[in-house]
């Protein structure tokens, strides 16, 4: 009998429990320090990436999209000519993984492949990978399943702050929260997603502050004052302590909200954004 | 060596294995040309990686037949792609490979339909094509191939020319993409490109040997920065024209003929000119028929590249891949809104342009500038709507008969003091329109209280306080709360009645006379004091206040 399979990048932050849980197929992205190449969550986790960041101060690492012939490899072991595979990824914006993707469906003209780009980065678009597998799990089609993801994507919110926008410049990812640099004074930014690209909302000054603005924001844009119908994700990088802060900090505004995702940032968006970097993603269906 | 005009397998698997040497040794010249900032740097060391991946896989073949070490190239380099020129080359190399069929060996005829055909699938494979990178370098040079293979069916001839015409599309790359042009390189994936076929030519030409290690010599002219010759138009020349029914098109004609990067555009009273060109001068005066001429500024192109290279500011990487920063400084376009501060003090203003105060007029207590002054930073404002932010109580006044004197819309926001100015920026969005930041900056004000540590000038006595002259005091919202002899002392009680259960934050801006070590010494006394604070320190270098102190 024919299925439908999920194909996912390593960015989408998902913790292994929920991966296996939902049968998710995961293509590495690679992490570069120097001349060192690791993939990631297969050759390097979260926890030593930022050690090995901490190590390395003056060493931006750098990231690479995984090759087509990855992904080619990834397709023909997870399915057979007669399966479907949504090959779903992050940004394209952000990054080349999708471009690979594509290359590989053109070298599997046998396949039945379906390439999407989530437009999302980390538990933005792996909150997006959970809805998918779940309606996937309930036999759903395809279409069914591109079909509920798109309601997802439109009614998703995210914001984050990071601890210094120095990542986001370096590696050329900063996008039009390019206007908050130069600024003298120390600037926590509140940052958000915005048609695939990091986008800048409000300048914040103090860190406590924009953790609160973090909140505040979601509350404004999900309009929810109970959170009875609301799934929420927060995604640490380095910043375990302020998490977890953030969560029960979550409950109080939305008390009646069930379980909350809890993810680490792994090392591509990590190396991206830097650590310290805290996010919350959060939708209704 | 002789001239070469098939490539049998042999040779083929030699040309590779030299190119791919030839490129692992120049791989740093290809990376020092990436744009800052771009996503996934190291382009010469990707292709590099990625090209010896593909050449390896030569190595394990026994066929003999081009077609069959093509299509092992094309594997191993789709299984080695790294990075995105990475991914492209891959697909030079998939669509080099498809147009080999199963000939044995390339003449002039097969080789340039290879050539032309990886541009092809490069193309397709591509999600978003854009001109004036590697993509439009093999394009170039595939079709120069086709044509050279029309005159003699010759591989080498056909090689040769190919590379001739990728250089020549390489050092156009700038002219094509305005991120290659600001950063003065041509298209690092481009140049890889390049490189790659520079090593098959040489190998062919018995320049270099396959596994020979050689390096390019310093005159290759995609060496970082556009070459002098490269610029063919010297002086960046813009201004305005104002007048009557100005014929845009006439003055497009005549600009078009005497440079080039054009652009003309405004309505029929107002056009704005901007035109490279070897003689601004008849740009000037074919201008001058229609109208009188604005905001002239003429810029030597040359000079200014030179600069580039002598800084070292010209998108280099340095050999770890850390780039430099390019310098964001603002740049006098015409926009939306402006905003016109007043401040004194270096450090302040300083803090106040690097939060988007287009204009900071320099000025405070003791020298209020006049409506005159800002009316005059507001005229020289690059914007057509203005917000004013006074930052002083005597300011305020003077501020808000500007409205009344100029044409442009003046919105005037009642800060009085530099903390409640500084908030107004924080909260500043460019993209917004003028009356939702008016919104956004009353109401930023708001969140913000203002202490200030200053001197009195005489005896006085105020608020049941006897004040002495030369005594230290502390205002809050320029009303005198504290009075002192030490100036320590007096900060950190006004501290005490500024600071509630609500601040988060609390900024110090020391001025002129007080050292950094002592304004450090005081946040962290501070700081020992309010734990729950965060807490900050700037120079704002101004004068006769000793302290300004921001608490949100």
Known sequence: MSKTVIVIDSTADLPKSIREELDLHIVPLNVHFGTEVFRDQVDLNSQSFYAKLKENKSMIPRTSQPSPAQFVDVYKQVASSDDQIISFHISNKASGTIQSALIAKSLLPEYNIEVIDSEGLSIHYGMQVIEMAKKAREGASVEEILKHRELVKKNIQVCFTVETLEYLHKNGRIGSASAFLGTVLSIKPILSIENGMVSGIEKIRGRKRALKRLVEYIVEKTADSTGENLYLGIVQGDAMEEADALEAELRKVFPKVGSILRADMGPIIGAHAGPGTVGIVAYKI | MANVTKIDGDTFKQMISAASSYLLDNKERVDALNVFPVPDGD???????????????????????????????????????????GVILSQLLRGFANETDALEVLDGVALAKCLNGASKMAYRAVIKPVEGTILTVAREAGEAALRAAREKNDAQHVLTNFLTAAHESLNNTPKQLPVLREAGVVDAGGAGYVVIWEGAVKFLTGDIKAQDLVKVDDTTTFAGVLSEESIEFQYCTEFLVQGDNIPQEDLKDYLADIGDSLIVVGDGDLVKIHVHTNNPGLALEKAVNYGQLLKIKIENMIEQNKEAVSSGKAGWTTESGAVEFKSTQKKDVEQELGVVTVAAGEGISVIMQSLGADRVISGGQTMNPSTADILDAVENCPAQNVIILPNNKNIVTTAEQVPDVTEKNVFVIKSKTIPQGIKALLSYDPDMSAEDNVKNMKDAIKEVKTGEVTFAVRDTNMNGMQIAEKDVIGLIEGKIQTVGKDVSGVVKELVSKLVDENSAILTLYFGADIEEDAAKELVDELNEQYPDLEMEAYSGNQPLYYYLISVE
């Open chain 2, 43 to 85: 382009t010469g060391t990707n292709m590099s990686l990625t090209f010896k991946a593909a050449s390896e896989e030569l190595g394990k073949i026994s066929s003999q037949k081009v077609s069959d070490l093509a299509q092992a190239l094309a594997r191993g380099a789709l299984m080695g792609a790294r990075g995105n020129s």
